[in-house]
């Protein structure tokens, strides 16, 4: 996608970048399970500003797609969501975030009636990550092929891993602030969701990879997507090492008592969240690039 950066293809990629860190933080905050109704509040903020950015990444597209300067291609947005297979996705995508929103927002008393609600967030949210890969080079041999089914998987698992991340460093951060029984479950989950979704991202980003460079190493040092590449990976694995250091030694440390181990814990986890952030940042940048093996 990106053979010139200009001003239109920097808005693309500063798009990009919030509408998947506001995915994953809605992800994320629902991993999570715990903080109440701040929890929901974020959910529903992070799924307001998703849906918000997708509105103002259309008109971008139409003007890529058709052409024309932004101010000329408004016109074109009919054309672009009836006759392209990118505005299929996009309607696809902003009606399962639609669905998403209203998921989380509205007020259920029944059991049965939240326990569907909460499957229609999960289904919505697998929907929207789909459309999402579908607009990338991951589509390019066909919907519900390896590739992009490899990709939503993908997509799905950096969020959720960034997402708890993210979430429990900041929005949720008082959930942290002293040594409880309480606390020490939410650590123990957090850890746990955060290494599961690590795993599969790890997994299926080994398989995006391997596919964007032809499944030669020589792109990685030779195109612009293969030096995007090093620099996420770079920025992965500082984030696994925090990460790791806060799972195996802070966490054991939080189980056994000690009153200055769940500071330094928080303090970790926010760096590794600001660390997550910029992972998210460059991906999109990456996603807005031609892979190597297709450039």
């Known amino acids: ?122 289904v919505a949210l697998i929907i929207a990550a789909f459309a999402h890969a579908g607009t990338t080079h991951a589509a390019d041999a066909g919907d519900f092929s390896t590739a992009e089914l490899v990709h939503m998987a993908h997509l799905l698992a950096t969020a959720g891993w960034a997402g708890v991340v993210v979430t429990a460093a900041w929005p949720l951060r008082r959930w942290f602030a002293i040594t409880s029984g309480d606390t020490l479950a939410y650590t123990t989950h957090l850890s746990r969701v955060a290494t599961l979704t690590f795993a599969i991202a790890i997994g299926t980003g080994f398989a995006n990879a391997y596919r964007g460079l032809g499944g030669a190493l020589l792109p990685l040092t030779t195109s612009l997507w293969g030096i995007l590449l090093i620099a996420k990976v770079i920025a992965v694995s500082a984030a696994a090492m925090i990460g790791a250091i806060n799972r195996f030694v802070y966490l054991q440390r939080v189980r056994l008592g000690d009153p200055f181990a769940l500071q330094v814990f928080v303090r970790l986890l926010t760096t590794e969240a600001a660390l997550m952030i910029l992972v998210l940042a460059v991906a999109a940048v990456l996603g807005h690039s031609i892979p190597a093996a297709t450039g």
Not at 94 to 104: E, I, K, M, W
């Open 1 to 122: 996608m990106l053979q010139t950066i200009d001003s239109l293809v920097i808005a693309q990629m500063a798009l990009g970048a919030i509408a998947d860190i506001a995915f994953a933080i809605a992800l994320g905050a629902a991993l999570l399970g715990f903080g109440g109704l701040t929890r929901q509040r974020v959910v529903s903020l992070a799924l307001i500003t998703w849906l918000t950015v997708q509105g103002l990444y259309l008109p971008l597209q139409a003007s890529t797609m058709s052409g024309m300067p932004l101010d000329q291609a408004l016109p074109a947005i009919p054309l672009v969501i009836t006759q392209s297979h990118f505005g299929l996705m996009w309607v696809l995508g902003v009606a399962a975030g639609l669905a998403a929103l209203v998921a989380t927002t509205v007020k259920l008393r029944a059991v049965a009636a939240r326990k569907a609600a909460a499957s229609v967030f999960a």
